[in-house]
């Protein structure tokens, strides 16, 4: 027999229609494939002359690391979890506890940074439009906090991701891409001397092949926005159409679906991303990448404009704002999605974190600062980004190598401990030469924290409890009292023998004056891990020493679990249950740090606060005593 107690952030199951998986990649795409509107430019003005060998690094690093760690995360978190889920089942206590929310940090980082950067880059297509450059030149911060601003105002109304609208923009995106790439190439091909210049300039730069290659290897971490979008990927597993017999607990066609997703984006993109590195580098001029310039932020719509005229030019704004802008919504949406669904489990989500509509008012303001800090630039948010993107596939690369070792797989374990050294050396070379993105992340991280276990701090005394389970015996101590007064004796177990029931029992009598004919139950709490926040409450019956009724608990928390215990009984019964303590040595705050880190500390006291907390109606509330 169970009895519910929903927690404050207890929601019904979210049920996802299922769809086609190439639809779900183009939700994906939003954030992946729309970093082609500033990636190239980002590239050229990182490696030069080299971009192109440095992206072929980059894809290289995308198909052989990124692409089969994150396949390897779809079938270990088919729910959607990712990465970070993965390492939360590795770690307990609160190391564990610490070490994903550092993780929620960085992610909050990726998620805010593809907000900002992405609404810059909508706002660099605006304002380098022939057709709009002498309006609005100047007004760039302005035009970005507006564009964070109409993003919060869409989520504030109410959104829902509509995949739909996401396969229309990136459907039009590509094939406008397409379009530029190909004419482009034809470019190149019409003058064959643009070829032998490059690569007249970069031996003059560089010397020999492997020089190059040796220069790239170093400077494609400043690449690293290319690799966005995997940790989207699983995220949106859910939304995947699954086989009729898949089950919750194996689900083996939504995984299937994931993995083609993930791969048919990763060669999508690793396309893309070299050929539009070599055509920007090849035709447009070293100067234009300059902050400032006209191909700055912008380097293909540049090309859209030279080539194909402003017409076609404008035409590819509009749709490049659009899917930045987008992008930025599937980001805010993401992040409202990730940080419940971690936080309150650990009791460590404010109350108004419940609503929506706060959560969106504070993370557009956060927004604001941001776009504020960075200048609406688009080059300067780009090693932020990049750092939350590494940080995020590195852990990813770390869970699966520890998975795959866990399950005897010699080989896999080599290869994704190699994969994610690579990873490491990577996030290692971003954060030493673009130290903005640590610096944003470690405001994330420490923001989160604070407010953290600020929240915890004031939940400290909720009931906890999701529901209580009784076996059989202990279900038949229960019912036995259904009418008369069932009293319990809090006992801190040691050795269990017959000398430990007969004292304790005889102080308690003694104690709080209880006559000799008035029976008495004891009950026993174990403490699992103290860091979880909610937990269900298992209750065993036993008789110990063919004389004394015991009730055995394991929970989290000491007073909670026995506050959750006494509601029951009086739910149950009809009565109120007598609960009796003895007083415990030491300071009360010792006595509170214990019960707030540990779930242990001077238990009657808290366990009344529970009560009062859980409870309002003083008549209703089981009597706490303390002797």
């Known amino acids: 027999m169970a009895k519910q107690y929903p927690g404050p952030h207890a929601e019904a199951p979210v049920e996802h229609e299922g769809q086609r998986w190439w639809r779900v990649m183009c939700l994906t795409g939003l954030d992946y494939f729309s970093t082609l509107g500033y990636q190239p430019g980002i590239a050229a003005l990182a490696a030069g002359l080299l ?109 829902s991701e509509a ?47 492997i020089a190059m290659i040796g220069v790239a290897l170093i400077v494609f971490p400043k690449l690293a926005l290319g690799l966005s979008g995997f940790e989207t990927g699983v995220a949106v597993m859910p939304h995947i159409e699954g086989d009729p017999e898949d089950t919750e607990e194996k689900p083996t066609g939504r995984i299937r679906g994931a993995r083609k997703l993930l791969t048919t984006a990763a060669l999508i993109m690793s396309c893309f991303l070299i050929t539009t590195s070599f055509i920007t580098t090849l035709l447009i001029p070293k100067a234009a990448f300059e902050p400032g310039g006209p191909a700055n932020g912008r380097a293909l719509a540049y090309l859209a404009h030279e080539n194909l005229g402003n ?37 460590m989500a404010p109350h108004w974190a419940r609503a929506v509509r706060p959560m969106v008012i504070v993370l557009t303001l956060i927004a604001f600062l941001v776009t504020w800090l960075f200048d609406a630039s688009v080059d300067a948010q780009g090693g932020a980004y990049a750092t ?26 080599i290869a994704f401990a190699v994969i994610a050294a690579v990873f490491l050396y990577t996030t ?25 276990f600020l929240s915890r701090l004031r939940r400290a005394f909720e009931l906890r409890v999701t529901d209580v389970v009784l076996d059989e015996a202990a279900e038949r101590f229960v019912r036995d009292y259904t009418h008369r007064t069932m009293r319990l004796i809090a006992n801190e177990p040691n050795s269990r023998d017959l000398a430990e029931y007969q004292e304790k029992k005889r102080e308690v009598r003694a104690h709080h004056d209880i006559p000799a004919d008035i029976d008495l139950v004891f009950v026993e709490v174990t403490v699992r891990d103290p860091s979880e926040f909610e937990s269900v409450l298992d209750v065993r019956g036993e008789v110990l020493h063919d ?30 249950p007598h609960i009796y303590f003895d007083w415990t040595e030491g300071g009360p705050v010792g006595h509170f740090l214990r019960f707030f880190l540990f779930g242990q500390g001077e238990v009657a006291p808290v366990t009344r606060e529970v009560l009062r907390e859980a409870e309002p109606d003083r008549s209703r509330r089981p009597r706490v005593h303390v002797g």
């Open 547 to 576: 004389r004394y009724r015991v009730l055995t608990l394991e929970s989290s928390s000491v007073p909670n679990a026995l506050a959750a215990l006494l509601l029951t009984i009086r739910d149950r019964t009809g009565q109120l």
């Open 311 to 347: 017409t076609f030019g404008s035409i590819y704004d509009i749709s490049t704002i659009a899917i930045l802008w987008f992008a930025g919504a599937s980001a805010m949406a993401g992040m409202l999605n990730l940080l419940p669904r971690y936080l309150p489990r650990y009791g």
């Open 388 to 413: 939350g993107v590494l940080v995020l596939i590195s852990s990813a690369a770390i869970a699966v190598t520890i998975a795959a070792h866990k399950a005897g797989q010699r080989n896999w374990t």
């Open 428 to 452: 290692g070379v971003n954060i030493a030469e673009r130290p903005d993105g640590v610096k944003i992340g470690a405001c994330f991280i420490g923001g989160i924290i604070l407010v953290s």
């Open 163 to 209: 995949i739909g609208l996401a396969v229309f923009l990136v459907a039009v995106y590509l094939a406008l891409n397409v379009v530029v790439v190909v004419n482009g190439l034809w470019h190149v091909l019409k003058s064959p001397h643009l070829v032998t210049d490059w690569t007249d300039a970069l031996t003059a730069e560089h010397g020999n092949v």
């Open 51 to 159: 971009s192109p060998v440095a992206t072929v690094v980059l894809v290289i690093v995308t198909l052989f690391g990124a692409l089969p760690v994150y396949r390897r995360v779809a079938k270990e978190s088919p729910h959607g979890e990712g990465s970070i889920a993965m390492l939360e089942r590795l770690l307990s206590f609160w190391q564990g506890k610490l070490f994903v929310l550092a993780l929620l940090g960085f992610a909050a980082t990726d998620f805010m940074i593809t907000i900002t950067l992405s609404a810059a880059d909508a706002t660099a297509h605006l304002v380098e439009n022939p057709h709009l450059t002498s309006a609005l030149s100047g007004k760039q911060v302005l035009i970005t906090l507006l564009l964070v601003a109409l993003l919060g105002g869409v989520f504030l109304k109410g959104f």
